[in-house]
């Protein structure tokens, strides 16, 4: 098992201590408990639709933008 020493703001701290303690753990364990979720998460593969959905918006697209161009077509 590795280690780490991570800087923290004082209230993100004191929240970290607070949350896992009335969870049943220590900051250190629930600290452990997120990465290891994070990772599963990132490892699964994507559904299918939405593997089939990916692309089909260009990068370059201003998504608030083109919303707003659209609302505003529609409602003229």
């Known amino acids: 098992m590795s280690t780490i ?3 923290l703001p004082d209230e993100d ?3 970290l201590r607070a949350y896992s303690a009335a ?3 220590s ?4 600290l452990a408990k997120q990465a290891r979720a994070l990772r599963e998460q990132l ?3 994507l559904h299918p639709d939405v593997a ?4 089909i ?8 933008e083109e919303s707003k161009a ?3 077509h529609k409602h003229r």
């Open 27 to 30: 900051a250190e364990a629930l």
């Open 57 to 64: 918006i260009r990068g370059d697209v201003d998504g608030v």
């Open 43 to 45: 490892e699964r593969p």
């Open 13 to 15: 701290f004191a929240f």
């Open 70 to 72: 659209h609302l505003d």
């Open 52 to 55: 089939a959905a990916a692309g």
């Open 23 to 25: 969870h049943g753990m």
């Open 5 to 7: 020493t991570v800087a």
